[in-house]
């Protein structure tokens, strides 16, 4: 894909990563993943970000259509991580810029990754303008969203805002605005991304779209380093991760398992089963078919995580400790949880898996669920009885977030 003129004198200048399927070693992306940078035309030539370093030489061609790269006048760093910066010593070595804005962290993490004891490196403040020329350039920090470096671009001449990782979505295309995709997909790439990387720093969401609310920016455009730029769902979007931050429960479980000989898999299932008859929504995923990080995709507004695994020399299966781990991770609040599994002996997995959602913070109000060799009828109705129960609780949960 060629640069793309995006605003008068301001170009897209990112590169397609068409085939990336393992978005930063543990998210999964089905439609690969864009890489953006932004450079703008004027008495100051700027570039913002860079793309992943495999991707340099084509960046620079990319750049080289538009203007000469040693014309670069000065380049903003909203972020460090490698997708983003991992070109950035190539660039700074054949442009030799002015200037190269970063955060105060931002440039603690450059000086920390990058031989760059030569860069002419400059710290900006939240709420801080440098001027391109005939525009200028706002700077805001989001610190944490969703590393400490993390900041944002506005160019108020233009109402756009760069807006790093944040908004972003993994979505290889050949399209660079939002006007050919429908909102729910478009959101529901942009859910998975914001579950999967932003979820552990919901509580700083809000804090920051009210930080640049209070600095008066109109932003009629949305240029994110990942996926779609947006221009049509500016406002759907600003919502949409407000509703992803506030995490508030719905009437929706996701059950999750792996199974040696399908016992375990026959609990998951009457337990699914029992949900939906109460009209609870049902999300069922044995580990062995799914990725992590689409099961984290469903968890953000499920009511209850449902966990099992059989007991395996004494404890829980590895796809089931590696979503544990992963889930423990990303910090999911307002969450039920139950365990449950099958056993021929010792029986451990359903208590080990209650810990391990103590740990996440889920409210159990039903015992783990254990059933010794293979499920009969007994044990269905209880199982039928279970799900009723848990039902219920999801129903008053969600009755007191007000989303029922
Ligand atoms: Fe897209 Fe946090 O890097």
């Known amino acids: 894909m060629g640069p793309q003129e995006i605003k008068p004198g301001i170009y897209w200048v990112g590169v397609v990563d068409w085939n990336l399927r393992n978005f930063h070693g543990y998210s999964q992306t089905y439609q690969g993943t864009t890489y953006n940078a932004y450079l703008v035309l004027d008495e100051k030539i700027t570039l913002f970000d860079t793309v992943a370093w495999k991707y340099r030489e084509e960046f620079m061609c990319q750049i080289a259509q538009v203007v ?71 700077f805001a920090e989001t610190r944490m969203l969703h590393w400490p470096d993390s900041m944002v671009s506005f160019i108020p001449e233009e109402k756009l805002l760069i807006s790093q990782d944040a908004f972003g979505q993994n979505i ?54 990942h996926g779609l730029i947006l221009q049509n769902h500016v406002a759907d ?23 040696m000989w399908q016992s375990t898999e ?7 089963s ?23 995709a469903q968890v ?19 796809l089931v400790a590696d979503m544990l781990t992963y889930m423990q991770g990303l910090r999911p609040k307002n969450k ?25 913070g889920a409210e159990q109000p039903l015992n783990p669920f254990g059933v010794q060799h293979v499920p009969g009828h007994d044990t269905y109705r209880e199982l039928v009885r279970t799900a009723e129960a848990l039902a219920r609780h999801i129903e008053d949960k969600v009755r007191q977030a007000g989303t029922g």
């Open 68 to 138: 000469e790269p040693e014309k670069i006048d000065q380049i903003v760093v909203h972020h460090v991580e490698p997708d983003h910066a991992g070109s950035l010593p190539y660039v700074v070595e054949r442009t030799r810029p002015q200037a190269i804005y970063a955060s105060r962290m931002g440039d603690k993490f450059i000086r920390g990754r990058f031989t760059s004891q030569d860069w002419p490196l400059e710290v900006v403040e939240n709420g801080q303008q440098i001027s391109l020329g005939k525009r200028s350039a706002q």
């Open 172 to 225: 290889a295309s050949s399209e660079r605005f939002d006007d050919w995709i429908s909102w729910p997909e478009l959101k529901k790439e942009m859910a998975h991304y914001f579950a999967n990387i932003i979820l552990p720093y919901s509580a700083r969401v809000p804090k920051a779209l009210k930080a640049i609310q209070s600095l008066g920016w109109d932003i009629q455009m949305i240029a994110p380093d």
């Open 237 to 259: 979007a600003v919502a949409a991760y407000q509703e992803f931050a506030a995490q508030k429960p719905e009437k929706k479980a996701v059950v999750f398992y792996d199974t």
């Open 266 to 272: 026959k609990i998951a299932e009457a337990l699914a």
């Open 274 to 296: 029992g949900l939906t008859a109460q009209g609870i929504s049902v999300k069922l995923y044995h580990l062995k078919n799914w990725h992590h990080s689409d099961v984290m």
């Open 300 to 318: 953000w507004n499920a009511a209850a995580v449902v966990a099992g695994s059989p007991t395996h020399n004494n404890n829980v299966m590895p």
């Open 336 to 360: 039920l949880g139950l365990a449950f599994g099958s056993y021929g002996w010792s029986g451990e997995s359903p208590g080990i898996i209650s810990r391990w959602l103590e740990q996440i």
